[in-house]
């Protein structure tokens, strides 16, 4: 069965300050995602990583993705309060041919960046 | 482009009631997927339709029920509520066949059971 953990679960930042999430997964993939949400909000995809060795950058925010190692990373380059939010990985569990099936996420980091 | 729609947003129901959300894709996306998330437990598949089938399944009741019509549009049923399934039901739709896979969410049909 697939397992997807992220860490760390809370992260509280000062703006200004850089830090990276990680999460790791149980099972081969060849694709992971980035999603982020708000509170009381739906999930927002940030990035999707295709391949090994793929980064992704958006603002202050770059994703990457080691399948060899099963793991992705979500790096925040100083950082603001507009970032403070919850961030989840996501790993495809395939049910065959081309459908990627299921997402298994991970617990999820609450970010919160302070003043 | 207008997103993923979920109806309705916000409900309130009793132990032993039964519930149904609805959910329209983005246009274009054949495939839709539902999720459950709640605290304790965070976010956990519970099925994914396309052309009107069932294609995956997670690991949830007999109660936990879905259905995906002609165009596109879905549905999940809950029947006989248990305290416990009070949750934010995500929707999720995607363009199958696509080279990314990536999910799109609505909003989110938050359920309460009294």
């Known amino acids: 069965e697939l397992k997807v953990e992220q860490n760390p679960l809370f992260l509280s930042m000062q703006e200004g300050k850089n830090y990276t999430i990680y999460c790791n997964y149980s099972?081969?993939?060849?694709?992971l995602y980035w999603y982020r949400q708000d509170p009381g909000k739906s999930l927002e995809s940030l990035f999707v990583?295709?391949?090994?060795?793929a980064v992704k950058q958006e603002g202050r925010l770059m994703a990457s993705l080691d399948t060899k190692a099963r793991l992705s990373t979500l790096h925040i380059t100083a950082a603001v309060h507009d970032l403070s939010a919850t961030y989840f990985c996501a790993v495809p569990t395939y049910a065959g041919g081309t459908s990627y099936g299921k997402l298994t996420f991970g617990q999820g980091t609450i970010l919160t960046v302070h003043p | 482009k207008a997103g993923v729609t979920q109806t309705p947003r916000y409900l309130i129901k009793t132990r032993g009631q039964q519930v149904t959300l609805s959910c329209s894709p983005i246009?274009?996306?054949?495939?839709v997927s539902w999720y459950q998330q709640t605290p304790g437990q965070g976010l956990q598949f519970l099925f994914e339709y396309f052309s009107e089938t069932q294609r995956n399944k997670g690991n949830f009741p007999g109660r936990f029920s879905g259905r995906q019509f002609s165009n596109s549009r879905s549905e999940m049923n809950v029947s006989t509520l248990e305290l416990g399934d009070s949750a934010l039901y995500l929707c999720?739709?995607?363009?199958?066949?696509?080279?990314?896979?990536?999910?799109?969410f609505g909003e989110g049909s938050r359920l309460t059971v009294l």
């Open positions: 246009s274009g996306h054949r495939s």
């Open positions: 990583l295709l391949s090994n060795g």
């Open positions: 999720a739709s995607r363009l199958r066949g696509g080279n990314t896979g990536e999910l799109f």
């Open positions: 099972t081969t993939s060849d694709r």
